[in-house]
C-alpha cells in the first residue's frame, strides 16, 4: 500500500472533525477517565485500570465486548490527543501483556486518529507561512493521510513539481500536553510504559522535556536534517528532505516518501525481507546511540515504511542526545556483560548510575538479568525474537527483580526503555531472525580491539 491521501475515521468507524482541543487538565483528565469507566462497563474496572496504571494482562472476555471497549477508549484517546493518545500508541506496541483486541484498537492511533477540521489547518498554515496552502501549494489534500497525537499529515505538491508531505500541528497542542502531564495518573502510566518504573522526578520531568520537544517542528526539523546527513551514504536507508521554505515551528514540509506500512509489510513480505529490514532497524538505532550519541525515541510500527530493500524513517520530534562520557560508562557496562566480566561490573554499573540504594543491591542478579536482556547479543549467529522472550523480559526485569525498589533509572536512560519494550516487541512480531550480536559488536568496539567469544545462557537462566 503507498501512503497517499484518504478520510481519516476515528477506531469505532465514526467520522470525525474537531475545531479544537480541550486544554483544561480537569477537563481532559474527565474524558480520559469517562473513557476508561465506559470500557469498563464491559472488561470490568479493575482490568482496564491495570492494563493503563500496571500494564497487566487484562482478563479473558467475549471477543466481541473486548473489541468495543477497547475502539471505545481507543477513540477517546484519538479525541483527546497529546500526551493521552500518545500513552494509547505505547500500549498498542510496547507492553506484551495487553491483548489482542485492545492492541489492534490501539494500533490505529499510530496514524489513523480523527482528523481536525479542514478550515482549523488551513488557518495554522495561513498563520505560519502567511497564506493559505491552496494558494501556497500548487496542490493541496484538504484530507490528511496520517493523523497522530501532535499533529496530522497532508500530501501536497510544490509549485516546482515535486511531491511532500506536510505536518500540521493541533492548534494549542502545546497546552493540552501541557495539561496531561499536570495528571499524575497518567504521567504514572506512561513512565511505567517507557521505564517499567515510574515515580522520581527525574523520570517525571524527562518525560515532561520530550513531550513538550515534540511540539516544537523547528526542532523536528532539525532532527530529521541531522539524521538524514548521518545515514545519507547507507542506500538501505531513507529519510525525507525538509523543505524549509515552508516549514515553521507548527508545520514541517518533507519530501513524500512512498512505501507499504508496518502492518501490511509484516503481513505479505516473506521472512527474508523481513529480517532484513529488522536489520536496517537495528542498525540505525545502535549506530545512532553509541556512534552518533542520539536516539529517536519513538520507534513505533507508524513511523516506518517498507519499500523495496529500503525502510523509510518518519518522526523525529522525539530526539535524545548524550554526552560522550555517558555513552562511555554504558558501552563499557555492556560489554562487561559480554566480555563475561564479573569482576569489572560492578563499578561499570555504579558509573552509569543504576543503583539508587547500593545497601543490599544484588550485583550478582543483575549481571544475571543483563545477560537475559542481552541475549540476542551473546548469541553466536542469526538470534529469534520471540513473543516469549519478551513476556519473560517483563519477570526477569520485574516480578522476579530483587533490585526492583533500589534502581535508579539516570534520565538518560529514561526513553533508550524503549529498546528493550518499543523496538524488541518490533522484532517479535515481525519474528526476526538475524545475527543481532555481529550489528551490536561493530558499534561497541573499534576496529582491530579484541572481541569477546560469544555464550548461550540456558533457557532456565
Partial sequence: MVRGGRDLTMPDGKGARERKLSTSRLARGLQLSGAVLGAAGRLGLGAVRRVLVAGEELARHRAEDDRAAASSLAGSMGRLKGAAMKLGQMLSYVDANVPEPMREALATLQSQAPAMDPETISGIIQADLGAPPE?????????????????????????????????????????????????AGMVQAMGRLVVRAAGSSEVVEEIRRRLLEECDYLREAANQKRFKALF??????????????????????STFEQGIDFKTFNATADQRRKNAAAEIIWDVAFTSLFRHLFFNCDPHPGNYLFDGDQVVFLDFGCVRPFEPAFVRDWKGMIRAVLERDRDGFEDRVLKVGLVGNRAGFDFDYHFKMLQYLYRPMLHPGPYRFTEEYIKRSFHVLLANNPNRFKLRLPPELVFVNRLQWGLYSLLAT????????????RVLYEEGEKLPEPYVQPEED
Fill in 135 to 183: 494558494q501556497l501549494f500548487a496542490a493541496w489534500e484538504r484530507q490528511p493521510f496520517a493523523a497522530a497525537s501532535i499533529g496530522q499529515v497532508h500530501r501536497a505538491r510544490l509549485h516546482g513539481g515535486e511531491e511532500v508531505a506536510v505536518k500540521v500541528q493541533y492548534p494549542a497542542i502545546r497546552d493540552a500536553v501541557s495539561a496531561d502531564l499536570k495528571n
Fill in 232 to 253: 545519507a551514504a547507507d542506500p538501505r536507508v531513507r529519510i525525507p528532505g525538509v523543505v524549509d521554505r515552508y516549514s515553521s515551528e507548527r508545520v514541517l514540509t
Fill in 430 to 441: 515481525m519474528n526476526a531472525e538475524v545475527d543481532w550480536r555481529r550489528l551490536t559488536l
